[in-house]
């Protein structure tokens, strides 16, 4: 019996929690350029295009953080799997 490895890779999981976290970041931006007070950086609210900026930038770093840890799951999931298959067999 071949095991097959279906968990996805990390460019996959960045580039799907990055485009679907994108919406969110987006709003933020767009009501800080107006100047809502929704994007903040060192406890200070940024306004204007540099909010607009500093939102897509955090859509970024979420990615990446979130990615990590989708394919650090992924990882410790496929352990546990071959040590069910490897006590069963």
């Known amino acids: 019996m ?3 490895n279906r968990a996805p890779g990390y460019g996959l999981c960045f580039v799907t ?3 679907g ?3 969110f970041f987006l709003l933020m931006g767009i009501s800080a350029l107006f100047g809502a007070n929704t ?3 060192g406890g200070q609210t940024v306004h204007g ?3 607009l900026l500093l939102a897509l930038v955090l859509n970024v770093i979420f990615a990446v ?3 990590g840890a989708q394919k650090l799951g992924y990882v410790i999931l ?3 799997r071959r040590k069910r298959s490897e006590a069963a067999a």
């Open 2 to 4: 071949e095991v097959t």
């Open 49 to 51: 295009i540099g909010g």
């Open 39 to 41: 994007v903040t950086s």
């Open 21 to 23: 976290m994108s919406p």
């Open 78 to 80: 496929r352990l546990f």
């Open 65 to 67: 953080i979130f990615a």
């Open 17 to 19: 929690l990055a485009l």
